[in-house]
């Protein structure tokens, strides 16, 4: 083996994360933690599977990367192998690198490539272009074109992918109601925290409601809520896609945008996306091999908390009603439990609200499918393993699923209908839960 030869292969086992691949011994503890391993049976769709096909990438024994892109992208990314494997294997990081590799050596044909920087750079970085996207569905909504489009079944002309979710999108709000948002939010009473709310990119456009709650609710509860000039997305959908590059990017914009609070005295950067939360507690990865900018992403992920964490340390006032009872199921964000490690503030919260019972879901911690837009892109597979989850939530007899991410939220809404409980059953985020109880209704 030449000199050259090693070094490339230094460098390929460097790009492809060997070193953690070298920490799995392939004893199989993942494999029941693994919702396509159950979904699709195949050695290659578990993460042992998928952590082998990238030791032999790495090693030189794989020329054809086909079979080891196909593992990949099928993957959730849900991460529930990590919580379940007893040698601590770095799944996220192995996975982050063979997607990155993977999407630097293919060559895809010219529309796709204009669709991916259409999406990537042209749209989530665009906190402008998102709301005035959100207007004009709002103008869908509330003109009548959308039960005219249901009646005529017009949404059938779409992707079938597409088409299931033009059917439990959230209610817009409007163009003026977004303006009027303050930028700052007063607390009720005496001030417990000084926080900064992180609105998101998609989550702001599309969930602008539960953004408004959650600021309202933190305020309620004794915080003072500010905005931030210059957030952007969170770079989660860059990172799992493999542009990596891009994630870098926006997280620098994030940090920088910050870093402009702190002088000012902020106790916590407070999220609400489980999806997003993970990714800006993992920004620090993004700079392995930049000190300086690795020590400014963990000062920033140390600041940040799910929205959950902090009510939990808090007290909000219910509204009680004796004649209210209602059953409750709760279907936890993958990356909130497996990334941010955080499981029992939700549970703590949905506890407290007065004539709640909370039913537990058998398999909890086992993802949706919803991944992010795994549920476009691989509709069909999605749609097995959402399936799956349902026969769980019908079988707690729940009246209401609470998630903790937009994801989450459309899949559990889609998941309703798709079981036939949409008479009985809805699918709300736990802020929309909190706010109801505290009589903030809008």
């Keep these: 083996m030449t000199a050259d030869t090693d070094r490339a292969r230094s460098e390929l086992q460097r790009e492809l994360a060997y070193e953690d691949t070298l ?15 159950a979904a699709f049976g195949k050695e290659t769709h578990s993460p042992r599977g998928r952590i082998h096909l990238v030791r032999l990438a790495a090693e030189g024994k794989m020329n054809d990367w086909t079979l080891l892109a196909e593992a990949m992208d099928l993957c959730l990314g849900c991460r ?41 750079r042209g749209l989530f970085p665009h906190k402008r ?34 088409a299931a979710f033009a059917e439990v999108l959230p209610r817009q709000t409007s163009p003026a109601a977004r303006a009027r948002r303050p930028k700052t939010f007063q607390p009720r009473g005496e001030r417990r925290f000084r926080v900064a709310f992180f609105t998101g990119c998609v989550m702001d456009a599309m969930f602008e409601r539960v953004n408004r709650l959650s600021m309202e609710l933190l305020a309620l509860a004794g ?50 996306a489980g999806g997003c939360g993970a990714m800006l507690a993992e920004y620090p990865r993004l700079f392995d091999d930049e000190p300086l900018w690795r020590e400014r992403a963990r000062r920033f992920a140390d600041q940040c908390a799910d929205i959950s964490v902090v009510l939990a340390q808090l007290e909000l006032p219910f509204k009680r009603d004796p004649d209210r009872w209602v059953t409750v199921t709760y ?21 407290s609200i007065p004539g709640v019972r909370l039913a537990d879901m058998e398999d909890r911690d086992q993802c949706c499918g919803s991944a992010g837009i795994y549920n476009i892109v691989h509709h069909e597979e999605s749609m097995s393993i959402l399936d799956a989850k349902m026969r769980s939530v019908r079988a707690t007899g729940a009246a209401v699923v609470v998630t903790t991410n937009p994801g989450c939220l459309l899949q559990m809404r889609l998941g309703i209908r798709r079981a036939g409980l949409a008479e009985r ?7 929309e839960l909190l706010a109801e109880a505290c009589g903030l209704t809008r």
């Design 129 to 162: 272009l998102l709301n005035s996207l959100a207007g004009t569905l709002w103008v869908y909504q509330k003109s009548g074109l959308e039960k005219a489009a249901e009646s005529l079944r017009l949404t059938r002309l779409l992707p079938a992918s597409l």
């Design 425 to 431: 059953m809805r699918a709300v985020h736990l802020v």
């Design 23 to 37: 920490s799995c011994v392939q004893c199989g503890y993942c494999l029941p933690a693994c919702p396509t391993y």
């Design 223 to 272: 915080c003072e809520v500010v905005s931030v000039p210059g957030e952007t997305c969170c770079g989660a959908l860059h990172a799992h896609a493999g542009e990596r590059g891009d994630a870098k990017r926006l997280a620098m914009r994030n940090i920088e945008a910050f870093e402009r609070l702190e002088a000012s005295g902020i106790d916590y950067v407070v999220h609400n």
């Design 80 to 120: 529930a192998c990590e919580t379940a494997c007893p040698s601590g294997v770095r799944y996220g990081r192995i996975l982050e690198s063979a997607r990155t590799a993977i999407a630097a050596r293919r060559r895809p044909g010219a529309f796709a490539r204009a669709g991916r920087k259409l999406a990537f």
């Design 331 to 351: 279907q936890p964000s993958c990356h909130m439990t497996h990334v941010q490690k955080v499981t029992a503030p939700p549970l703590d919260l949905l506890r």
